[in-house]
């Protein structure tokens, strides 16, 4: 029988694959059917191996038999709508959900640490809900909080383990493994401190140049200087420039490849950079090791910041265009995929006071309450006065189904966004608005919109906290607005209301290259 690219891959990753005895250990305990345990949480520092180890985990518990879901925390919005959709257990979600039909199941949830601020609702009210013969693993940077151990019941159902790094067994394994020369077993150790991503470089550098010389420096310079020598020396450009791409992108794949580089070789780069140690699978395709792409990234915007803005800006315009060309049924999901776009634009200059790239996962878009209208009218005294409060009464009394809100874990609004669409209403119903008066004028002096078309205007939206500074609530409010105006079915117009002076203004439409008659501000 052929065998496939799948095959493989699991054949070489259990042939490199050493140490982690103990966590391997209680997840075979986990699928024994006796077995008191329902949860194995497993941390430990950037590096470690984690993802690696559910990898080795995944086919052991396919060989004993159980259905095996994967869940990557880090490519899926920390909203408990959307997990709950991952899992099938939302209305109309696309993926079966989990049940209990006999045959044991396991579900891997990996860096955890993007739903951390979720922890109480993920323990609380998605675990008990799942069926009862599913064994879930979760792997992730940060202990569990001590609420699970103040739990009887869940201290009795669940293993916590911390992953560290090697031990100098393990590590002279893992080197046997690469078939790396006896000679610079010790060497190699004693530069990588037993850290399972620096092994692993190192590996890989000297498979390629067995007598590479190694400094004995600190963790931290150790692991760029291993970055730089396998993306740098003896590498051919176009691998260099997919380095790059992949240190911007949020995840790279042929297709993301091919188009922002403008190459045919998108299946090539992609295979190549599949096969390099730092390069972590995701959901849509591969990223790299948050260490290794915070020093690619550190090493684009000191040496070439031009470069950076040309391959920000060449990613922005891929996403936008997928998103455009592959329209989603579901606004929020669309402002997930604006947010992939706004990922690479997050050191841009003109947008770095602007957008804060939030990776912790600690809010979720929701429909307002009733309970929730005093507080947001409450916010929009304080920041914008009662002018503005009457305005947004006024819309809200004919169009509230454009008001959504960002809730914290907790529940509490923690802002809000209205988008209104200025071709349903009547000449009487904008004049009360002068600011959507003058820009119905403007757009009606490029000529007549198109019958049954939008003008669709982000009027409100703030973060109750900070208004509209730069913070982690305005990101996530511009990439929703973005996302539901961008995915209109019949848009013709669009425009977000800043409050800022005009040089901030500019020099932000300058940076997303905005022009004045497809987005006004």
């Known amino acids: 029988m052929t065998q496939t ?47 690696t180890w559910i990898a080795h985990c995944a086919p052991q518990a396919q060989a004993a038999g159980c259905r095996v879901y994967w869940l990557d925390a880090r490519s899926i919005p920390a909203e408990p709508p959307q997990i709950m959709a991952a899992l099938g257990l939302a209305p ?42 599913l064994r879930i693993v979760i792997c992730g940077r940060r202990p569990p909080s001590p609420e699970w151990k103040l739990d009887p019941g869940w201290h009795e159902l669940m293993s916590v383990s911390q992953i560290g790094n090697f031990d100098e067994s393990e590590a002279k394994s893992y080197h046997g493994a690469r078939m790396i020369p006896q000679a610079r077993e010790g060497e190699a150790i004693r530069y990588s401190h037993g850290n399972p991503l620096a092994l692993a470089m190192v590996a890989d550098l000297l498979e390629r140049e067995p007598d590479a010389p190694l400094d004995h420096r600190v963790d931290r310079e150790t692991t760029r200087q291993l970055v730089e020598r396998l993306t740098r020396e003896g590498v051919k ?105 706004v990922f690479a634009l997050r050191a841009s200059p003109g947008l770095d006071g602007f957008l804060v790239v939030n990776g912790g996962g600690e809010m979720y878009v929701d429909l307002p309450q009733p309970l929730d209208l005093p507080v947001i009218e409450a916010g929009i005294a304080r920041h914008q006065g009662q002018e503005s409060l009457a305005l947004f009464r006024h819309w809200m009394g004919l169009q509230p189904e454009g008001l959504v809100v960002l809730r914290s874990p907790s529940r509490e609004v923690l802002g809000f966004l209205m988008n209104l669409d200025l071709a349903r209403a009547t000449h009487e119903q904008r004049a009360v608005d002068p600011m959507m008066q003058d820009l119905w004028n403007l757009a009606a002096e490029r000529g007549p919109l198109p019958e049954d078309h939008a003008f669709v205007c982000s009027r409100f939206w703030m973060s109750l906290a900070e208004h509209q500074a730069s913070s982690p609530v305005a990101t996530t409010l511009s990439s929703l607005a973005l996302g539901h105006t961008i995915m209109h079915p019949r848009l013709a117009e ?9 040089e901030y203004l500019a020099r932000f439409a300058r940076s997303l290259r905005i022009s004045a008659p497809t987005f006004l501000l």
């Open 237 to 341: 450009p176009e691998q260099r420039e997919a380095m790059q791409v992949a240190a911007v992108a949020l995840e790279v794949n042929e297709q993301l490849l091919s188009g922002v580089m403008r190459t045919r070789q998108g299946a090539e780069l992609a295979e190549w950079m599949a096969g390099l140690s730092f390069m972590l699978p995701g959901n849509n395709g591969l990223f790299p090791h948050d260490l290794v792409r915070e020093i690619l990234m550190a090493e684009l915007m000191s040496r070439h910041p031009a470069r950076y803005n040309e391959l920000a800006r060449r990613v922005f315009d891929y996403e936008i265009g997928q998103m455009m060309r592959h329209a989603a049924s579901d606004w929020r999901l669309a402002a997930a995929q604006v947010f992939n776009a």
């Open 5 to 51: 690219l799948s095959e493989r891959l699991q054949e070489v990753r259990a042939r490199r694959f050493v140490g982690r005895a103990r966590e391997t250990g209680q997840f075979r305990a986990l699928l024994d059917s006796s077995s008191p345990r329902a949860v194995q949480y497993v941390h430990g520092l950037g590096g470690t191996g984690k993802t």
């Open 494 to 502: 669009m425009c977000m209301v800043l409050s800022c002076d005009a």
């Open 92 to 133: 109309g979600s696309p993926v079966p959900p989990p049940v209990d039909d006999g045959q044991p199941s396991v579900l891997f949830i990996d860096t955890f640490e993007f739903w951390q601020s979720l922890e109480g609702w993920v323990r609380d009210d998605l675990l008990p809900q799942l069926p009862a013969n």
